[in-house]
């Protein structure tokens, strides 16, 4: 099924090309239908190339999915132009006043993970949406920075600085095949990573309100979920393309900064010579599971009765 997008969207053509279906809100008007409404909370620095990949990934499902568009009102983007945030974006302030409920919310990462949680600009607003989506939201899903900065928030749990950057694609292992999340997933996994510090997995595991679903011996915790499923954690990127991580090796060495290859990701670790994609079929069937299990099979007919 299509995901409906607001007419223009850049995104459009990108996954057009891609043989995936979008439809414009017109078209979608016209259909005698309840779409699952999912807000995306966008936080990244390049906004266009976030949302046409969160797009791909929650198209793939025979749901019909109105995606909402959300950025911060309290930071605005420094990257994105100001028309492009104007035409297809609201503010986490307009939502909350306007009273609205979603069925599913998509909270991106952010490129703040080495500051302390307090010192992000907008970290009271994070703090206030997280707190707004426990009773709008039926089911919630946060990725990388945002993910660590929900565990903190929710359940007290911190980070640690890691000496060297986490960076590359990593192997994964599933702990509880049995957790909706992961039905149909391999024993086994890859995905990406990229970030400065890390949530200590024993600590996460101890928690009697969380079931830690995925892990890995070099990467830590992927996948974890709160009891309910109304809180879902992924602590890394699986919803990046293929040259993600070159891009960004590429610009982190032409600032000068200290920054190793990515690992198991370069051919022969071979700069530049970019790889065959390995994780995208294991992100699709997470973010479609999360849809059906987590969201459409629990969330009110009348999205009014969430609570």
Known sequence: MPVKVPKNLPAIGFLEKENIFVMSEERAEM??????????????????ATETQLLRLISNSPLQIEAVFIRTASYKSKNTDDNHLDSFYRTTEDIIKAGEKFDGLIITGAPVEQMDFEEVAYWDEFKKITEWAAHNVYSTMY???????????????????????????????????????????????????????????????????????????????????SKDLRNVFVFGHGEYDRESLHNEYVRDKEKGLKIDLPKHYYVNDEAGTIPPLSWRAHESLLVSNWLNYCVYQGTPYDIKNIK
Not at 31 to 48: A, C, F, S, T
Not at 199 to 225: F, P
């Open 31 to 48: 259909q005698e239908i309840r779409p699952l409404k999912v807000g995306i909370l966008n936080l990244m620095p390049n906004k266009i």
């Open 143 to 225: 990725i990388c920075w945002a993910a660590q900065a929900a565990v903190f928030n929710l359940y007290g749990i911190d980070k640690f600085p890691l000496k060297d950057k986490l960076f590359g694609i990593f192997t994964h292992d599933v702990l509880l095949p049995n957790n909706p999340l992961v039905r149909c997933f391999n024993d086994k996994f890859k995905a990406p990573h990229s970030r400065h510090t890390q949530i200590d997995a024993q600590e996460m595991m101890r928690n009697k309100n969380i079931d830690v679903i995925a892990v890995s011996e070099e990467a830590g915790v992927y996948l974890a979920a």
